[in-house]
């Protein structure tokens, strides 16, 4: 078995005085796509702007290809490969899609590299080429989320932590967008660590899982295992009707540690 890429062990987050992640230790292994569950509130978020260097942790390490990372600043964690595409959408709206492409590739230096990744890009996303010399703030959202992930790319990065790409997106727009982000994991082998609280899209795409509450791992598995686990079927996938879920909600404890 491949030795994980990013290893992250132990680590301790804070929002002020709150605790926000609390001794959470997980792996992913180069050409996995690894998916984080949780409700709102777990902490997904806040793991995310962990590793990708807009908060430092108080504790614990995180180990990417060998180096420990945590503390650097996020440009520098850039460079050396990790992506993160924030929750929101977050483009540029004034700026054209050939623009917030081109800020994706603001650490590369090789104007022939740029143009091969923004081509890359656009053979993924053909709307965005269609669309470049429009304003990004006038994009639907499905449309402003790939223009996101495309960004991402144009960072040519090692692995990318997407965060909740689904959010406020159709039924079929996720369906597109996560068989889009299928084809770069198979065609371009591209890592990726997912937040999701669409928990059947992500695990569907997913090789593995962690599922967070409150800070801390709590389950973790094979995506094919924790869709499997009656747990996770009952809390996140919704298999029971919605009145017998909530009601067994209170009536019996979860039987992950």
């Known amino acids: 078995m491949t030795e994980p890429i990013l290893k992250i062990r132990n680590i301790e987050s804070f929002y002020g005085p709150i605790m926000a992640i609390r001794g959470v230790s997980l792996e992913v292994r180069p050409g996995q796509i690894v998916s984080i569950l949780g409700a709102n509130g777990a902490g997904k978020t806040t793991l995310m702007k962990t590793i990708s260097g807009v908060m430092d942790p108080e504790k614990g390490t995180i180990t990417f290809d060998g180096e420990e990372i945590q503390g650097s600043e996020p440009h520098k964690v850039v460079q050396k490969g ?3 595409v924030p929750e929101g959408r977050e483009v540029f709206p004034l700026l054209t899609v050939d623009e917030n492409l081109s800020l994706g590739a603001y650490t590369a230096t090789d104007k022939a590299q740029i143009e ?3 081509e890359l890009v656009f053979s993924y996303f053909p709307i965005l080429k269609e669309r470049r010399n429009q304003e990004a703030g006038t994009l639907s959202g499905g449309q402003q ?3 996101a992930i495309g960004r991402g790319l144009m960072a040519n990065p090692r692995i990318m ?3 909740e790409p689904s959010l406020g997106l159709s039924p079929l727009l996720v369906q597109e967008i996560f068989a889009i982000l299928k084809r770069l994991n198979e065609e371009q082998n591209m890592t990726m660590m997912l937040v999701e609280q669409n928990a059947s899209a992500a695990l569907e795409l997913a090789d593995h899982g962690y599922v967070m509450e409150v800070g801390r791992i709590v389950m973790d598995g094979s995506a094919q295992s924790l869709m499997a686990s009656e747990d ?3 809390f996140y996938l919704g298999v029971q009707e919605e009145g017998a879920r909530e009601n067994r909600r209170w009536k019996r404890k979860k039987t992950w540690r």
Request: charged share 25%.
């Open 116 to 118: 091969r990744d923004r």
């Open 82 to 84: 990790i992506v993160h």
């Open 161 to 163: 932590l997407l965060d």
């Open 145 to 147: 989320q790939m223009l």
């Open 232 to 234: 996770i079927q009952n």
